[in-house]
């Protein structure tokens, strides 16, 4: 039940850099 939680935040934590490298694209 811990695994999930931890994975999804992983995914989050390396997809945010991801995110705002690619936000001025949008702008």
Known sequence: ???PA?????LWYIS???SLA???AFI
Request: charged share 0%; net charge neutral.
């Open 1 to 3: 039940q811990f695994l």
């Open 22 to 24: 690619g936000l001025p």
């Open 6 to 10: 931890t994975l999804a935040l992983y």
């Open 16 to 18: 945010l850099p991801i």
